[in-house]
C-alpha cells in the first residue's frame, strides 16, 4: 500500500456507504478524513497516492455537518445562568450529554441577571473547540439585560438595564468583559442602542434584536448598524402588523445593506410557534432560518420545578412556564428533535432541515469557513443519521465522540 506520509504522519479514515451533505443536496459518495479536516480525496490519491488507514462503514446513514446551537441555557440540571464557583464544570457536562442529540458546537446562554453573576460566571469558561470531552464552546450569548421591559418574557424586571451611561460602558459595568462573548441580543429602540451594535459588531461579535417593541423602521437602522440576528422570531417582539410589521418585517426587508443577510432564531418545539408561522417565515427567507432550543435546565430532566436564572420555572408537560404563570420561558426541546419537527411542520427538504441547524448557524457566527458545511478543508464534526433524522452517531475532528 502507497504510504500516507507524504503529507501528514496522521492516519486518514474513510467514511463508506453513506450520503453526505454537500452544495446543498445529500450526494452518495464516500468522505475522507485526516487531521480533524475533511480531505479532497482527488488530491490524496493524484498528488500524494494515499489510501485509507481506517474505513468507517456508515449503512447508508446520512452524514451531515455537526450541530451548531446558539441558543441554550443549560440542561439536565445546569443552569448556566447562575453564579457558582465551577461554572465550568456545568458548561462541561452538558456539552458532554448533547452530543448524543448532534450538536458538536454551541454558545452557552445567559438570560437577564445581576452584574455580579455575569463578573463570576464569564471569566470561568474560555471558547474551546469540541472533542471526547464535549460539544465545542463558540462562546456565550448574552441575552438580556438591555431589552424592552413590556416584551421581557420570562426575564426578571428588577434586572433590565437600558445605557444610561452612554452605551458601551454601561455593557462593561453589567458583563464585566466581553473576552468570551459570541452574540448579544438587546433591543434596539432603547436610547443609544445602534452605538452599541456598531462597537460590538467591529469587536467580531454578534448583535440579535429580540425582547423588543421595535418598530420595522428601527429594526432596519440596527441591521444597518451591523445587527445580523433576530431572537426566536415572534416571540418577545410585536406581532406581525401590516402597516408596520416590526422586526418580523426584517425577513423581506430591502433595506439590508447588499451583501449582508439578516437570520432569524426559530425554537422549533410545537410549542413556541405555531406551524404556520413556521412555514410563513421559511418560505419568506429559507436561507436566514436558525434552529435553536433555547432549551433550560430541565432539558433532560422529568417534570417538575427548575431554575432559569432568577426565575422558578415549571416544567408541565412539553412546556416550560414561568412558575404560577402560563409566560414561555425556554424550551426542554433537543437539536435533533428541534430538526425533526421543523422538516415535518414546514415540509421542506432534509438538507433544508439540517443546513438549518449547522451551515445558517455557522454563517451567522462568521464560522462557514470551518464549521457547518462539509466542504474539503472544513472541521471534521459530523452526526450521523437515519432516515427520520434520528441521530445515529456524532464525530468531532473526525473522532467518534457518541454513538446510539
Wanted: with cysteine; aromatic share 6%.
Amino acid at each position: 500500500m502507497p504510504s500516507n506520509k507524504s503529507v501528514s504522519d496522521a492516519p486518514i479514515t474513510q467514511f463508506t456507504n453513506c450520503r453526505i451533505l454537500r452544495d446543498h443536496c445529500l450526494q452518495r459518495e464516500d468522505l475522507w478524513v485526516r487531521d480533524g479536516k475533511i480531505l479532497d480525496p482527488e488530491k490524496l490519491f493524484f498528488d500524494e497516492h494515499g489510501y485509507a488507514d481506517k474505513c468507517v462503514d456508515c449503512e447508508g446513514s446520512i452524514i451531515a455537518p455537526g450541530f451548531i446551537d446558539v441558543q441554550i441555557n443549560g440542561g439536565y440540571g445546569i443552569d448556566f445562568s447562575q453564579a457558582c464557583d465551577d461554572a465550568g464544570s456545568g458548561v462541561s457536562l452538558v456539552a458532554k450529554k448533547i452530543l448524543e442529540h448532534g450538536v458538536t458546537s454551541f454558545c452557552p446562554t445567559l438570560v437577564t441577571s445581576p452584574p455580579h453573576v455575569y463578573h463570576k460566571v464569564l471569566p470561568q469558561v474560555k471558547v474551546h473547540d469540541g472533542g471526547a470531552h464535549g460539544a465545542g464552546v463558540l462562546g456565550f450569548h448574552l441575552e438580556g439585560p438591555f431589552i424592552s421591559l413590556e416584551k421581557k418574557g420570562a426575564h426578571p424586571e428588577q434586572f433590565l438595564r437600558t445605557f444610561s451611561s452612554g452605551g458601551f460602558r454601561d455593557l462593561i459595568e453589567t458583563y464585566g468583559g466581553l473576552d468570551s462573548v459570541a452574540m448579544v441580543t438587546l433591543a434596539p429602540e432603547l436610547d443609544g442602542s445602534q452605538s452599541v451594535i456598531r462597537d460590538l459588531c467591529q469587536k467580531g461579535i454578534t448583535v440579535s434584536l429580540g425582547h423588543s417593541v421595535a418598530n420595522m423602521s428601527q429594526a432596519e437602522e440596527a441591521v444597518q448598524h451591523g445587527a445580523s440576528f433576530i431572537t426566536h422570531l415572534f416571540n418577545a417582539m410585536l406581532p406581525f402588523h401590516h402597516r408596520d410589521p416590526g422586526i418580523v418585517g426584517l425577513l423581506t426587508s430591502d433595506q439590508v445593506p447588499a451583501g449582508r443577510k439578516v437570520y432569524y432564531g426559530m425554537i422549533a418545539d410545537g410549542i413556541h410557534t405555531n406551524p404556520a408561522a413556521l412555514r410563513i417565515a421559511h418560505r419568506a427567507h429559507p436561507s436566514g432560518l436558525v434552529l435553536v432550543t433555547d432549551a433550560i435546565t430541565a432539558m433532560g430532566l422529568p417534570p417538575g420545578r427548575h431554575t432559569l436564572g432568577q426565575q422558578v420555572i415549571e416544567i408541565q408537560g412539553l412546556h416550560a412556564y414561568v412558575a404560577g404563570t402560563k409566560t414561555l420561558s425556554g424550551s426542554i426541546a433537543t437539536m435533533d428533535m428541534c430538526v425533526r419537527h421543523f422538516k415535518h411542520a414546514s415540509g421542506c427538504s432534509v438538507e433544508e432541515a439540517l443546513e438549518a441547524a449547522s451551515l445558517h448557524p455557522a454563517q451567522l457566527l462568521g464560522l462557514s469557513h470551518r464549521k457547518g458545511n462539509l466542504d474539503f478543508g472544513s472541521d471534521a464534526d459530523l452526526v450521523l443519521l437515519d432516515e427520520t433524522l434520528n441521530v445515529k452517531a456524532t464525530f468531532i475532528s473526525g473522532e467518534e465522540v457518541w454513538r446510539k
